[in-house]
């Protein structure tokens, strides 16, 4: 049964980024050689995020305005503990840390506008997500 784990990693140019993978997962599939199955995409930090939707500016700037209402930058009880990043945490849940994607026929099997994106909430240092793929 053919499987692959692979590794992206990122170092963002923002502290908060959206960043559009769909092209880079979709390699890993296809070198994968797995033609039915699933492909995980999971972000190993937990001031990130994985997610699917469509690949259009004012929705991305919508996304980041909605994470920011819902989890504004401000003073938390996180940052007691030294840290200043308690929003990121909480944009990760809201975002969610990963997606399972159908592969069929050898390649994602996306919706005619998904896309699947890294959510960076807390970046400008390197961080990496998890790509596995499992099936026949």
Partial sequence: MPNATEYLWFETRNARELVNITDRVRAIVRSSQVTDGFCLVSAMHITAGVYVN???????????????????????????????????????LLVGHQVIVPVTRGDLDLGPWEQIFYAEFDGQRRKRVIVKVHGD
């Fill in 54 to 92: 469509d690949e259009e500016s004012g929705l991305k700037n919508d996304i980041l305005a909605w994470v920011d209402r819902l989890a504004p930058p401000g003073e938390y009880q996180h940052h007691h503990t030294g840290e200043s990043n308690g929003d990121a945490h909480l944009k990760n």
